[in-house]
């Protein structure tokens, strides 16, 4: 994969700056990368998630797409990450997981939003927030299993636009893509 920055995804409808983008090396250039992450601090979840949908909705190259909202500070440092993969239903674009972590627990009505808005059971979420039944530790170290994001490889490195076909030159070799929340959590 490349790093691309924050450069720009050429959508049907306009282009569009995510905060960050990957795109497979050795293939020709698309007007969208196969993964756009995208933070928030300012925009709401709703905001996140509409920009999520049309990613998806507007350009058949993008794989995944990571939303990180960043709460204020009133929220004692509050975040949370939502993986949304390309579903082939456009009308039905869902992360297909979440994680609240940081350094203290996600409110009650904050989690009720982020349900609200994107319609991610809560079955799909964890991490630390109020009501949480599962584990409910905070993101005080590295490397612990619930607040590790695991990307598909699949996904990552698709060649086609079903997210099925992984590029000839990594088919042998490819791993999945994983990501220590803590790490970001730290540089934030």
């Known amino acids: ?102 350094t203290a627990a996600l409110r009650a009505e904050l989690v009720q939003e982020l349900i609200d808005m994107t319609h991610i059971p809560l079955g799909r979420l964890r991490g630390c927030f109020e009501g949480n039944a599962g584990d409910n530790a905070p993101c005080a170290a590295p490397d612990m299993d619930t607040y590790r994001l695991i990307l598909p490889h699949r996904l990552v490195l698709a060649v086609n636009a079903e997210g099925g076909e992984v590029a000839p030159e990594y088919r042998g070799d490819a791993h999945d893509w994983n990501i220590d929340l803590h790490t970001l959590q730290t540089d934030v």
């Open 1 to 102: 994969l490349r790093g691309l920055g924050s450069a720009d995804c050429h959508l049907r409808h306009g282009t569009v700056n995510p905060d960050c983008s990957f795109e497979v090396i050795h293939l020709p250039p698309r007007g969208c990368p196969n993964v756009v992450v995208d933070v928030g601090d300012s925009q709401d979840v709703e905001s996140l998630h509409h920009k999520a949908c049309r990613y998806f909705h507007e350009s058949d190259n993008i794989q995944i797409v990571v939303v990180v909202r960043i709460y204020e500070k009133e929220d004692n440092g509050a975040m949370v990450v939502l993986v949304y993969h390309r579903n082939h239903d456009a009308s039905d674009t869902v992360p297909v997981e979440g994680v609240s972590f940081g």
